[in-house]
């Protein structure tokens, strides 16, 4: 039987990757401070994360917890980019609200984006969420040989991201980006 594209492309890829999760989120923050875990702080989306890396065969060596504030967010950006991770996943902050700052800190510091990323993100939340899908700016780039992604904040956002995109997509995307 003939390979498909994509399975050639994907074929001698790494099967498990190291991630470093952020969390943005001020409430959370304020209530937990400086967590060591997605548990410690009653983090449902950042044990979500968690919990698909893992059960897919996948390492999270970070994670943090900050505020919704430009410095506290860059700051854990460039901590998770300078650690063992492969790939950085972010999760808040992707909204409209004035205080959603994360597509406004971290997008303009992509050396590559990942356009398709956002649209297929967007296409396969259109089932479950409809038309509030354009709320969203979740978004994905390129930064120090890492591949960044900034998810929404809600649990059924960042299970749908990990389990039907950057999971199945890892290898592809960590092989290119270190090319």
Do not use: Q
């Not at 470093?20 to 959370?28: E, K, Y």
């Not at 698909?52 to 943090?64: C, D, T």
């Not at 998810?151 to 950057?166: Q, T």
């Amino acid at each position: 039987m003939k390979e498909s594209i994509p399975e050639i492309h994907k074929k001698d890829a790494r099967k498990s990757y190291s991630f470093a999760i952020i969390t943005i989120s001020t409430s959370r923050y304020e209530k937990y401070g400086n967590p060591f875990s997605p548990e410690e702080a009653e983090d449902l989306s950042g044990k979500a994360i968690k919990d698909l890396l893992e059960i897919a065969g996948n390492s999270v060596s970070f994670y943090r917890l900050v505020s919704d504030e430009k410095d506290s967010i860059l700051d854990a950006l460039f901590a998770a980019l300078d650690s063992s991770a492969d790939i950085v996943i972010t999760s808040g902050g992707t909204g409209l609200a004035p205080k959603d700052l994360t597509i406004e800190s971290v997008t303009p510091l992509f050396e590559k984006e990942i356009p398709g990323f956002g649209e297929l993100f967007r296409y396969k939340s259109l089932e479950e969420i409809g038309t509030s899908v354009i709320l969203t700016r979740a978004s994905a780039g390129v930064m120090k040989g890492k591949a960044v992604f900034c998810l929404p904040g809600s649990p059924n956002a960042v299970k749908l991201a990990l389990s039907k995109i950057i999971i199945p997509e890892a290898g592809h995307i960590v092989r290119h980006v270190r090319e």
